[in-house]
């Protein structure tokens, strides 16, 4: 069905373009993958000899049959088919180029945000009500099924092995498995644990300004954009090295990466980071400088 629609909104599109002789110079898609292809752009793109460019096209092999057989056929023809691919994870990479062969207009373009702006609502942010000493910890994820859940009972579990270290955590995130993480940390005392619900751009940059480290288990993870957010605040990161992960936080540099999964690696580098303050606020120095050089805005453009 969401095959035919698209066919007759690039028909529709096509019309009002032809009759206003008038049409775009370039179409542009976002993330094509076997979840959403694009039924709108390789038609429109064909019909009036345009480019055709796509960002962010991921290809999963395992999808080539069953449920999402038809979208990851079309995705995939769409990649195929577009002029240039815009990829910012570098895991990606690996299928896009299989099915396109080398190609000198694609390009590995890192994540990035708006450093700048997002640093400027932190440096506002009201200082941590903690006691002397306490390491405030953050974590920012929507809170759904699947990974996101996995990751949240490993960050329990890892942080559960800590109980005798002086730390606190406050959670970003709602969704509907809140039930479930909220579970996950039952067996904390109340007060070391704080969930602060959905949070716009400005709600997260104040919170992650207050924080001393970011901890994310990073289960299942693309790259995760709030790596980012956090290092653009000056916060060390503790991450499961899974996905592109690598790709935005520099291990023994901005923060420290442990095996995906292990969630007594990971406790161990939460550990190193709340007992060690000269590595905390080196690796909170060199997150700063590591986004500022890499994940920026005006190094993008």
Same mark, same amino acid.
């Given at each position: 069905?969401?095959?035919r629609?698209?066919a007759?909104?690039?028909?529709?599109l096509?019309?009002?373009?032809?009759?206003?002789?008038?049409r775009?110079?370039?179409?542009?898609?976002?993330?094509?993958h076997h979840?959403?292809?694009d039924?709108?752009g390789?038609?429109?793109?064909?019909?009036?000899?345009?480019?055709?460019?796509v960002?962010?096209a991921?290809?999963a @092999?395992? +999808? &080539?049959?069953?449920?999402?057989a $038809?979208?990851? !056929?079309a995705?995939?023809a769409?990649?195929? #088919?577009?002029? *240039?691919?815009?990829s910012g994870?570098?895991?990606?990479?690996v299928?896009?180029r299989r099915?396109?062969?080398?190609r000198?207009a694609d390009v590995?373009l890192?994540?990035?945000?708006?450093?700048?702006a997002?640093?400027?609502a932190a440096s506002?942010?009201? @200082?941590? +009500? &903690?006691?002397a000493?306490?390491v $405030?910890l953050a !974590?920012?994820?929507?809170?759904?099924?699947? #990974?996101k859940? *996995?990751?949240?009972?490993?960050l329990a579990?890892?942080l559960s092995t800590?109980d005798a270290?002086?730390?606190?955590?406050?959670v970003?995130?709602d969704?509907?498995?809140?039930?479930a993480?909220e579970?996950?940390?039952?067996?904390f005392?109340r007060?070391?644990?704080r969930?602060a619900g959905a949070?716009?751009a400005?709600g997260?940059a104040?919170?992650l300004?207050a924080?001393? #480290?970011?901890?994310?288990?990073a289960?299942?993870?693309a790259?995760?954009?709030?790596?980012i957010?956090?290092?653009a605040?000056g916060l060390p990161v503790?991450?499961?090295?899974a996905?592109?992960?690598?790709?935005?936080?520099?291990d023994?540099?901005?923060?420290l990466?442990?095996?995906?999964?292990?969630a007594g690696?990971?406790a161990?580098?939460?550990?190193?980071?709340v007992t060690?303050?000269?590595?905390?606020?080196?690796?909170?120095a060199?997150?700063?400088?590591?986004?500022r050089?890499h994940?920026?805005l005006?190094?993008a453009a």
């Open positions: 069905r969401l095959a629609l698209g007759r909104c690039a028909q529709r096509l019309a009002r373009w032809r009759a206003d002789r008038a775009p110079d370039l179409w542009f898609t976002y993330h094509l979840k959403a292809p039924w709108l390789p038609a429109v793109s064909r019909a009036l000899a345009i480019p055709y460019v960002a962010e991921s290809i @092999p395992r +999808q &080539r049959d069953g449920a999402w $038809q979208g990851y !056929a995705s995939v769409g990649i195929e #088919a577009a002029d *240039a691919v815009i994870n570098p895991r990606d990479v299928e896009v099915v396109r062969g080398e000198a590995l890192a994540p990035f945000i708006d450093i700048g997002f640093a400027a506002g942010a009201a @200082p941590a +009500q &903690r006691r000493g306490r $405030q !974590a920012v994820a929507m809170m759904r099924d699947g #990974a859940l *996995a990751s949240y009972r490993l579990d890892a800590l270290l002086d730390w606190d955590l406050v970003v995130g969704g509907p498995a809140r039930g993480v579970a996950a940390f039952a067996g005392a007060a070391r644990i969930f949070q716009d400005a997260v104040a919170i300004g924080a001393d #480290a970011f901890v994310w288990p289960v299942d993870e790259f995760g954009i709030a790596f957010e956090a290092q605040c503790v991450a499961g090295a996905g592109g992960v690598a790709a935005v936080v520099a023994g540099r901005s923060g990466l442990v095996p995906p999964g292990d690696a990971f161990a580098a939460v550990r190193r980071l060690d303050a000269p590595l905390r606020a080196a690796l909170a060199g997150a700063a400088d590591y986004v050089a994940h920026d005006p190094v």
